[in-house]
């Protein structure tokens, strides 16, 4: 399935391999405690004397500035640097305070660890508009469905969807937002069919969500692709034991998550699982 954007031209062909999932690419994220405590810390290195004045908001934005925009060998050494402090910061730690860390608090966020330095993280639920949680915010904007992104074929427009969504998650005072949703449109009983920006086909999940998520992370804010995986219906999720051959799940359901996570870091860790812990 093909399409064209608004040069007419075909989506790029360095994104057809994106269909094709290898079996390294499918290793699990991981979406822990150590990533957070390793960009906040990077910020903290960097900007000691901001740490008192600026908000969990200014650190993390300024820590995910620092990734897009750092020239790569400066940025290594800053990626080294903030790896030895998260080690350092983990050392002391109990196994309770980790495990505590790691549940977070309420929804979606994530608890401060004051004796670190490590301020709260606050996230907010959405994947095509932000769900504002905090007393006296009521307002917000709903954006197009992600069927309807992805009948547009256009990469382009899942940036200008992705900024919109960053600045809105921002705004609001958060660090990060449930969203995008790449599921696939598989049945009518998908009750979240409305989130899913892959329509009835994974090459556009895979071709489509980097660019959304380019998008809000552009703001400062992290994103996080959801609902992993094979998430086809609503009703009684919690509880479903979806069955499939391991090729449908590899070739329908988990391509745009391999994509997301390898290629544009979302909820990622950049160390990968060693092979025996897969």
């Keep these: 399935m093909a399409g064209t954007g608004e040069a007419g031209q075909l989506f790029p062909e360095e994104n057809i391999k994106y269909y094709s999932v290898n079996n390294d690419a499918l290793g699990p994220c ?3 405690g150590k990533q957070l405590i390793k960009m906040i810390l990077e910020s903290n290195m960097n900007k000691r004397k901001m740490i008192g004045a600026h908000s969990a908001l200014a650190l993390l934005a300024l820590a995910v500035s620092q990734v897009h925009a750092a020239d790569p060998t400066v940025q290594q050494g800053r990626e080294d640097r903030a790896e030895k402090a998260a080690q350092k910061t983990l050392a002391k730690m109990t196994m309770e305070e980790k495990l505590a860390y790691i549940g977070g608090t309420g929804g979606w966020d994530v608890k401060p660890l004051t004796n670190y330095g490590v301020p709260q993280i606050h996230g907010a639920d959405g994947g095509v508009g932000v769900r504002y949680t905090s007393e006296g915010n009521d307002q917000g904007v709903v954006y197009p469905s992600g069927p309807n992104l992805a009948a547009t074929f256009n990469p382009r427009r899942a940036i200008d969807l992705g900024r919109a969504l960053g600045y809105d998650t921002a705004t609001g005072g958060y660090q990060f937002i449930t969203g995008p949703g790449v599921n696939l449109y598989r049945m009518p009983y998908g009750g979240r069919a409305f989130e899913y920006l892959s ?10 969500a980097p660019g959304v998520i380019n998008g809000i992370q552009s703001r400062g804010v992290w994103a996080n692709a959801k609902h992993y995986a094979a998430n086809d219906q609503e009703s009684n999720r919690f509880n479903l034991d979806q069955k499939m051959p391991e090729r449908v799940l590899r070739e329908m359901s988990l391509p745009a998550f391999a994509v997301v996570v390898e290629k ?15």
């Design 199 to 208: 329509g009835e086909d994974p090459f556009l999940g895979a071709s489509l």
């Design 30 to 32: 991981k979406c822990v």
């Design 264 to 278: 544009r870091q979302c909820c990622d860790d950049d160390v990968r699982l060693p092979e025996s812990e897969r």
